[in-house]
C-alpha cells in the first residue's frame, strides 16, 4: 500500500528560512559578480556607471591573457606565489596539528584554554597593524633589533633592503597569524574522538607518543586531507596583507615579496583593469583544476579520505 507523502513539510519551511540569509549572500556577493568575469576579454574604460562602462568598453579577446604572460616579472611572481604556498601549506598542516594535539593532552584546562587563546590572538590582527609592530622591530634608525644590536656593538642592517632575510621572516609572519586558527578545526576533531579507544590503549600498555601515532592521527586523517585540499585549491593565491603590507612595498624586496595577488593589486593602481582581471581569472579557474585534481589524486589512494 503506498503511502502519500507530503512533498512540502513544516520542517522544509523552516531549514528553508534558515537558509534562506546565507543564500542571499552568496547571489549578491558570489554570483552576481561573475558577471564581472568579461572585464578580463575587454579594454574597460571607465565611461559613466559600471554596466555602462563594461558594455561600452572595447573587446579585445585574449589580449589582456597575452599581456599577462608576455609580463617579464611573471614567472617569477608565479615562482613565488607557488613556492611560498608550498612552504608555508606543508609547515601550517604540521604545525597545527602538532598545537592541537599537545593543547589537547594538556590536563589543566584553565592552562589549555589560555594557550589556545594567546595562540587564536593574532589572528584577529590586521596586517596593517602587524606592519607597523613589524616597522617597530625592523626600522633602521629606532628599530628594536638594531638598537639592540648597536647597544651589544654588533653591526646594525637595513632589513627591508635585503631580500635574503625576507623568505623565512614571512613564513614566520605567517604561521604566527594563522596557526592559531588552523589549529581549532584539529582541536575540534580531537576532542570529538571516542574516549574509550584511549582507555583500552592505556589498559593495554600504549604510551602517550603509541596512543598519538596509532589513535588520533589516524582518526585524524579524514580533517587532515580535507584541510590539505582546501589549501592545496588556493595555492595560487598568497596572503596580500601579508607580502605587501609587512615589507611596506619595499622596491629592494621586489623580487622576494612579489606574489600574484600583489601583481593584481598593482595592475588596479596603474589602471590595466583588464590585465589583473585576467589574473584573477586564471587563479580561480586554477584553483578549480587543483581542487579537482588533489582531490582526484586523494580518491584513487584512499577514496574515503576525498572531498567529493
Not at 574516549?195 to 600504549?206: L, N, R, S
Not at 609587512?246 to 590595466?272: A, E, H, I, M, W
Request: aromatic content about 16%; overall charge positive; hydrophobic content about 50%.
Amino acid at each position: 500500500m503506498k503511502t502519500n507523502k507530503k512533498r512540502w513539510t513544516k520542517d522544509d519551511t523552516q531549514f528553508s528560512l534558515l537558509a534562506l540569509p546565507t543564500t542571499v549572500w552568496y547571489v549578491l556577493f558570489c554570483y552576481l559578480p561573475m558577471f564581472g568575469v568579461i572585464i578580463a576579454f575587454k579594454d574597460y574604460r571607465i565611461s559613466g556607471g559600471f554596466l555602462q562602462s563594461i558594455i561600452g568598453s572595447k573587446w579585445v579577446g585574449l589580449q589582456n591573457f597575452k599581456f599577462l604572460f608576455t609580463n617579464k616579472d611573471i614567472w617569477m611572481i608565479i615562482r613565488n606565489t607557488l613556492a611560498y604556498n608550498a612552504v608555508m601549506i606543508t609547515v601550517g598542516t604540521f604545525l597545527t596539528i602538532a598545537l592541537a594535539i599537545v593543547v589537547s593532552e594538556l590536563h589543566s584546562k584553565i592552562a589549555a584554554k589560555v594557550y589556545q587563546t594567546l595562540m587564536f590572538f593574532p589572528y584577529f590582527l590586521s596586517w596593517v597593524v602587524v606592519s607597523t609592530l613589524v616597522w617597530a622591530f625592523l626600522s633602521y634608525d629606532m628599530g628594536i633589533v638594531n638598537t639592540t644590536l648597536d647597544s651589544l656593538g654588533l653591526s646594525t642592517h637595513r632589513w627591508y633592503m635585503e631580500p635574503d632575510f625576507w623568505p623565512g621572516f614571512l613564513v614566520f609572519m605567517s604561521q604566527w597569524k594563522n596557526v592559531g586558527y588552523g589549529m581549532i578545526v584539529y582541536l575540534a576533531t580531537i576532542t570529538g574522538l571516542d574516549k574509550t579507544i584511549y582507555e583500552a590503549a592505556v589498559i593495554d600498555g600504549a604510551s602517550k607518543w603509541q596512543q598519538i601515532w596509532r589513535i588520533t592521527l589516524p582518526l585524524m586523517k579524514t580533517i587532515i586531507v580535507l584541510m590539505f585540499i582546501m589549501s592545496a585549491g588556493r595555492i595560487f593565491y598568497s596572503d596580500f596583507g601579508l607580502f605587501y603590507q609587512v615589507p611596506r612595498d619595499s622596491n629592494s624586496l621586489y623580487t622576494t615579496v612579489s606574489t600574484l595577488d600583489v601583481f593584481v593589486y598593482k595592475q588596479l593602481k596603474s589602471s590595466t583593469t583588464g590585465m589583473a582581471a585576467a589574473a584573477a581569472l586564471l587563479q580561480s579557474i586554477s584553483a578549480c583544476i587543483m581542487t579537482l585534481g588533489v582531490n582526484k589524486i586523494v580518491k584513487i589512494i584512499d577514496e574515503d579520505s576525498a572531498m567529493i
